[in-house]
């Protein structure tokens, strides 16, 4: 038995995180259990979902967290590996509901894998994102290798100068990451201060948040979204290295190539 079970909605969204799992390890940006997904699946919850029993005992969140009053989400287990998870989702990774205190949570499905350490970070976004009435319901924290790369580097660590060499790479990247990457410069893994701060530059007008010489954080309507706007940016840095590799520094399409794509597609940068 599984909450999956005749429920074709709720299953197709968390399909689509085993899928994104299976990409992340085959990029070799998710080595052991490296990265984190957190979706809000609110939307897909039933009555039956919610008269089931929990199946572990209430846990803190760590912070309270008022918009995700009523709120469920799919996470990835702590410990887990993407490349397990893609293959079997729900014993790598949860189901949970938020308490009514908006302070703590409990697991109901469908086996009591406890999730990620990043949990109050990815939560945290989410609460911020709902309070703003933003439809993003996905979250994704992964290495990709060649944009944390570009990290190692204090050039790109300057406000959208790494947004700008990507978007000039190809016109796709600035048409399907038309936000760019946002820099939060390095802070330690899971602590309040790396939440806090990612959650400052999402709401600086980002999608895409660099975590300095560790990994992005995205968000998105849906977690397919959420990897694609990784995948191109991270796409564009591959070019970049190859053409620094063939030993030029790449001419990049000019400002005027640029805007004249934000005015075509009406891009929001
Ligand atoms: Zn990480």
């Known amino acids: 038995m599984s909450i999956l079970d005749n429920r074709p909605a709720l299953k197709a969204e968390i399909d689509k995180v085993a899928e994104v799992a299976g990409?992340?390890?085959?990029?070799?940006?998710?080595?052991?259990n490296g990265g984190n997904i957190t979706i809000n699946i609110t939307e897909f919850v039933d009555d039956q979902m919610l008269a089931m029993p929990a199946i572990s005992e209430p846990r803190p969140?760590?912070?309270?967290l008022p918009s995700?009053?009523?709120?469920?989400?799919?996470?990835?287990?702590?410990?887990?590996?993407m490349r397990d998870l893609a293959r079997d989702?729900?014993?790598?990774?949860?189901?949970?509901?938020?308490?009514?205190?908006?302070a703590n949570y409990e697991i109901v499905a469908d086996v009591p894998v406890i999730p990620t350490s990043e949990l109050p970070s990815h939560l945290a976004v989410h609460d911020y994102l709902l309070a703003k009435g933003s439809p993003y319901?996905?979250?994704?924290?992964?290495?990709?290798?060649?944009?944390?790369?570009?990290?190692?580097s204090r050039k790109w660590m300057e406000k959208d100068v790494a947004s700008r060499m990507l978007w000039s790479m190809i016109p796709e990247t600035k048409a399907f990451?038309?936000?760019?990457?946002?820099?939060v410069p390095y802070m330690m893994p899971s602590s309040v201060e790396l939440a806090d701060a990612t959650i400052r530059?999402?709401?600086?007008?980002?999608?895409?948040?660099?975590?300095?010489?560790?990994?992005?954080?995205?968000?998105?309507?849906n977690i397919i979204d959420a990897f694609d706007q990784v995948d191109v940016l991270n796409k564009a840095a591959q070019i970049y290295i190859s053409a620094r590799s063939m030993g030029y520094e790449p001419d990049g399409m000019t400002d005027a190539q640029m805007q004249r794509l934000s005015y075509v597609f009406g891009l929001p940068k």
């Open 23 to 32: 990409y992340l390890w085959q990029k070799g940006w998710a080595e052991r």
């Open 61 to 64: 969140i760590g912070k309270v």
């Open 89 to 102: 989702p729900m014993a790598n990774g949860s189901v949970i509901r938020i308490l009514p205190d908006c």
């Open 137 to 152: 319901r996905a979250s994704i924290h992964t290495h990709p290798i060649e944009l944390v790369a570009l990290t190692h």
């Open 68 to 81: 995700l009053k009523g709120c469920w989400f799919y996470c990835k287990g702590t410990q887990k590996r």
């Open 177 to 183: 990451c038309p936000r760019g990457l946002g820099m």
């Open 201 to 221: 530059v999402i709401d600086g007008d980002y999608d895409v948040v660099m975590w300095e010489k560790h990994g992005v954080f995205a968000v998105d309507t």
